[in-house]
């Protein structure tokens, strides 16, 4: 976390945050913020329905943009994908891993792996701006004793 989150906890309604909480919903929400690539249909499965209670998705990081580094293995030639098949088979992934707009639109991205803080900071500024919510002003305390 960073110094953000104390203010952001009173003035966002975060619905699913398995990390930071242990009750979690998936229903109508204003911003979904998904950080991960797409490996298996279950993955698509859940991303199509988030993207469908959301009214607007960010893709998080590296891996939701552009599938990497999880993503190498689309370009496997035959022997390497033979031998990983085994474990494609036991986790039940896909042939491909996706990034998350191959499966569904996408309104903002912030790239990096890890995420570039600051510009999460802005896309997180606008969506607040977008759905009028505001932050609460700074306090600024007294030197007198």
Known sequence: ????????RKILDIRHARVLQSKNYMDQMD????????????????????????????????C??????????????????????????????GKKVKKLDEVITVDEVVAGCPMTEKVFLEVLTR??????????KPTIKSSRS
């Not at 976390?1 to 952001?8: C, L, S």
């Not at 607040?128 to 609460?136: D, K, M, Q, R």
């Open 31 to 62: 911003v979904a913020f998904i950080e991960g690539a797409l490996a298996c249909e279950e993955h698509e499965k859940k991303v199509k329905e988030i993207r469908e209670l959301a009214i607007k998705v960010v893709a998080i990081g590296s």
């Open 1 to 8: 976390m960073n110094d953000h989150y104390d203010t952001w």
């Open 127 to 136: 969506m607040l701006e977008e759905f009028e919510i505001s932050l609460p």
């Open 64 to 93: 939701a943009i552009m599938g990497m580094p999880s993503a190498q293995r689309n370009t496997f030639n035959k022997e390497k994908t033979e031998e990983i098949n085994y474990l494609l088979e036991r986790f039940n992934y």
